[in-house]
Structure formats: structure tokens, C-alpha cells
DNA sequence: TAGATTGTTAATCGATTAACAATC
DNA sequence: TAGATTGTTAATCGATTAACAATC
């Protein structure tokens, strides 16, 4: 919980995965994990897990391992999860209602709020249980729900604008679907972005990567 | 192009960013850039991105800098941008609507040929220009059509067992919007992962240490 | 030629791994 | 107590930054 020096990033980026392999450890009725055996489900060296988790204070215990119920808590804690952070979605496009129609945002830490979109056809209707409203009421609803971040599924191009006319009016933090690099870092203000097209030309290296070593090999 | 050693993983994953913002400059009208100046503009140091696209054998020239058409031709072949690679869409749920309707795949280097779900419902619908085929045919097609990935937009449950059987039929790259981690590195089959739910956690966690900071400097 | 900027080597920094004493 | 496994320090490894000679 307490935060000593500075987390490093690298550790930061790893807690989700932890937390993830924690509650399928736990819906698989285990009680406790040595770093050991978590680390080779991980793919990780047992030494980082105990570093990562010292960075936060180590919630282990000498010969026994990690207690599951506490690691989930503390993790859970770590990152926030349960301090009811709430969050707007901007763009009901495709993207948009995907994410309104299956994506579990309480599970991430957030409670939805509702989304905002210009096409009067989509004004009005509800996806995933979500309410579609009218984005000339954005400015307003923000000034009255204080929401703590905004999902971006918006159109690439009007994405900075809009960006910095949220952080004026108060977001303090943004999911980034847009593909656009949004500068914001500057001002305090986290942004992650999730960028489908570098993460696909990636692929794209490795699959040609691997064909190289597999000639290689031959 | 030519690999020398092994080229680290960190320069990989910035290769995507580099043509992105190479692509930008072209875009307005710039013929070439140092890498002084692409450092600002990306927030990186000069001296890294020297050492990283030396990596690759080097493509400036000195007191000149790097030319825009040159790197972006250079960036995209190393990426294997061009090589006119085959995939194919799992699941055409909400998620893989979205992005048959929306995403462009060729610019990462992919032709989508086409979509597979078991919904009846689904099946001889077009989004996007591509066809939604029945998931009975899927193993005719991969063996005809040969493609080269798959993209997971199915629900999480199935995605490893799927995984496993896409691979033993030939497929040599996925991209995993499951959630659900394949394990299938150790095959030499590259995964991507999209996990929205981490990235989102993510998001949580930075929001919180970014409120803590501000309380600290009041 | 003089100025600019690269390619490349050396120095620094940070993150991962190994080792082991502490302790449950 | 003996065995197991953590917390933590030290050693290693890799990635980033700085410096500068090469050269356009």
C-alpha cells in the first residue's frame, strides 16, 4: 500500500497480470503460492516476483508462501480498483458499443457512467445498459458527475482537441482508443493508449521474424 | 533489413511509433528530419534513436539527417509492412464487428480475407467488405487459403484450445483480444496480446499515484 | 572549407537475477 | 527442530545516454 521511493514503471505494467493470474489461481480453489510455482505460471524468475511485491512493502510470509485472499486484496489496493473511480465513454461508434456492450469496467476499477455521441440516431439508446447521451450535454454532465476519466472511441483526427477540453474541465486521466499520441503527460494528467495498429505491425515483425529463424533452422 | 544480432525487444516495439510519426511528417510535406528534432517531437533522445535505427545498419547521412521517404520505405520493409501477408477474423461479436466495420489492416500489413462465427445469424453478412463465413468451414479454408494469422475476437474460454488448434494447422501468428494468455511462445508462434482489462487497471493505478502527487504538492 | 549531424564507442543508469541470512 | 520460502543485499545484465571522431 505504502508507496516508498518511486515504482518503477516496469513493475507498475507487470500488477495487472499479477492480479489476473491471482483470481484464476483463486477461482481454481488454491489458498496460497510460493513465488517459485507462481513464477513458472508466469514465465517470470521467482526473484522479480518477490522484488516486484517488495516494491509495495511484501506481503508474503518465510516458509509458507503467499496467501491468495491477501495477495488479491493487496494487489486490488495497490492499483485502486476499489475506490469507485467513475468514468465517461465519448463515441458510440463500433468501437464504442463494443466496449458498452462486453467490456467489464468494474472489474478495471470503474463504474461507467454513460457515453456521449453527435448522431442524433444513437442519442437516446442503451448498449450493455448504457445510456447513449447527446454530446452537446458533455461540458454539463461533466461540471455535474465530475466523472474521473474519459474513454476516447472518437474519430482519430479530433482527438487533441478534445483531449485538452476534458483536462480543462477536470479528467484527470484517459483511455485512449484513437491512435492519436495525445501529449497530455505534461500536465499530470495519465493517459494509456491502446494502439491496435502498432500492436498489429508488431505482429507483423515477429511473424517474419519467426519465418527468418525457422529457415535458419532448417 | 539485414538483422545482425538480435534486435531487442524494446527497439521493436518502438519501430510502429517511429513509422507512425514518419508517415505524420510526410504528411506534412517534410522531406527530411534529424534525429535531434524526431527526438522532440517524440519525446525520445537523439541518441536513442540513432542507436535504434542503427540497429538495422543506420539510414541518415551526416550533417544531412534522415531522409522521410527513405526511412518510411526502410521502416516498413523491416516491419515486413509490404509483404503482402494473409489473416483471418475469429468471432464476429461486437469486438470483431468493430473491427471488420472500422480498422485498416493493410496499412499494418495485413489483407483480411475473411470472418468466421458460429451464429447463424451472422453467417453470409458483410462488414466492412469482408464476409462472415460459417465456423464449419474454418479448417477447409486455412487449408486452401493459407493464412498467415489469426485474429481472436471469440469469447475467453475457448481462446486456448482454439489457439492450439489454429497453430496445428498452420496458422503462425495471433492476435489476442481474448484476455486469456495462449502460452504458445515457446511453438515460435507470435502472440500479440491486446488486454484491454490490464491497460485499464493500468489507467486506475497511474489516475491514483497522479491524485497522490497533487495532494503532495499542495 | 565550415557547420551540421550521423555512426559508434564508452559511461551511466536501471532492471533483472543470484545468493543468502532471517524467520515462519 | 528441520524444511521451506521469504525479504533483502550484492552481482549481473541490458538498455539508455553521453561523447566524439567520421563525414556529408
Redesign the interface.
Known sequence: ME?KQEVSKAV??R???Y??NICELKAEGEQRISSKALAERM?LTASQIRQDFNCFGGFGQQGYGYNIDKLQEELGA????R?G?TAILLGA???G???L?????S????ELLCAFDANPQLIGQRFGGHEVRSADTLVEFIECNKP??AVLTIPRGDAPRIARGLVERGI????NFT?EDL?L?GL???V?N?????????????????????EQNL
Open positions: 508507496r507498475i505494467q500488477l495487472p497480470r492480479y489476473r514465465g495497490i492499483m485502486g480498483l475506490t473511480r461508434g463500433n468501437l458499443r463494443a466496449l456492450n462486453n467490456f467489464n469496467f472489474a478495471s476499477g470503474f474521473d476519466v484527470r486521466g484517459l483511455w491512435g501529449h503527460e499530470g494528467v495519465p494509456e491502446v494502439h491496435l495498429s502498432d500492436s498489429l505491425m508488431t505482429l507483423c515483425h515477429l511473424v517474419g521474424a519467426a519465418d527468418e529463424k525457422r
